[in-house]
């Protein structure tokens, strides 16, 4: 991968290219593994890396593996630091993602969870933008329905059941969409191939609860609170109807990698006036100023990388 000099691997940081597992490897064949998509931005006026809620990611990374019941030794705040060390040693000064990974480390056969041993990696790379459609998106329905807890956990962010992502995405992409929206088993909207999905009816932000067969996403968190706390809009966390989407106002989509991209028509409706609507524009624009450390009360989520002793944050 381009960019990318080192790894975090066996517990600790080593040249990528001796970060290799067999092809009989249990995590390939079995898609057994837990991943994560951490980003971090450069802070040109301050000279630093901030990495965003690390300490939230971790956890929901540990927390996805025990679904798989994998244990580490290391903490989320452990993890935080190794993290800040593979970022020191790649010396990045610009905008990066880090992709850590929790996997089954048998070269074997067999189909379990059970008797398996754990490793977990992390490399990062050089990242700037995930979605290139500024102007808003075009989604469809997805023909597929989002994966549903009871068959594999879709709360966390396991890698087996990201092949229902990359059909879902695919399908979009193949039929002349920018993404889908996809429902879950019980025909309410869930979310899109990889972010979570807010709609707004009657100036009141809608998003899918947390048992709508969604990833608990850090974004979908942060922006909730953002909303609520600091631009004084109403959320709810509820069903959500597929015909309520063709009414939104406005929608976006938001996760780590997208962070907030509008969505300005479904299926060759426009969706309000067709335009980036005005709460997608102020969430949209405060976020970024949280993400680069420019509001104060938020640094607390932002973990310095280049700082004499840096403070993991929470
Ligand atoms: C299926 C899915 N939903 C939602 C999200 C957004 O989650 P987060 O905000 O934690 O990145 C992701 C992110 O990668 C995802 O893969």
């Known amino acids: 991968m381009s960019g990318t000099r080192f790894a975090f691997f066996k517990g600790g940081i080593v040249p990528i290219e001796q970060a290799n597992i067999s092809i009989m490897n249990h995590a390939l064949n079995y898609g057994t593994a837990a991943f994560g998509g951490i980003r971090a ?12 809620r690390p300490v939230e990611h971790f956890t929901r990374l540990l927390q996805s593996a025990a679904l798989l019941r994998m244990s580490f030794p290391w903490t989320a705040q452990d993890l935080t630091q190794h993290l800040i060390e593979l970022l020191r040693a790649e010396g990045y000064r ?22 398996v041993p754990d490793s977990l990696s992390m490399w990062a790379m050089p990242f700037a933008k995930y979605i290139e459609n500024d102007g808003g998106a075009h989604v469809h329905f997805s023909a597929w329905r989002r994966v549903d807890d009871n068959a594999i956990p879709a709360r966390g962010k396991i890698a087996g059941s990201y092949v229902n992502s990359a059909l879902i995405k695919s399908d979009a ?29 009657n100036g009141t932000v809608l998003t899918p609860p947390v048992t709508s067969n969604v990833l608990e996403g850090i974004t979908r968190r942060t922006i909730i609170q953002l909303l609520r706390d600091d631009l004084g809009v109403e959320v709810v966390e509820r069903d959500i109807d597929r015909t309520e989407v ?68 929470r």
């Open 173 to 201: 992409v193949l039929s002349g969409y920018d993404e889908a929206l996809v429902l879950n088993q019980d025909g309410h909207v869930s979310e899109a191939s990889a972010a979570n999905i807010f709609v707004v009816r």
């Open 246 to 313: 063709y009414l939104a106002e406005e929608m976006f989509l938001c996760g780590t990698g997208v962070q907030i991209a509008a969505v300005t028509k479904v299926e060759h409706r426009p969706i309000g006036d067709g335009a980036l609507g005005e709460i997608t524009r102020r969430v949209r624009d405060y976020q970024n100023d949280v993400l680069y450390g420019r509001v104060a009360k938020y640094r607390e989520w932002l973990t310095p990388v280049y700082a004499e002793t840096p403070e993991v944050a």
């Open 41 to 52: 931005y450069w802070n040109a006026d301050e000279e630093q890396l901030f990495i965003f």
């Open 94 to 115: 610009e905008n990066c993602y880090v992709r850590p990974l929790a996997y089954k480390d048998l070269n074997g056969i067999g189909v379990r969870l059970h008797d």
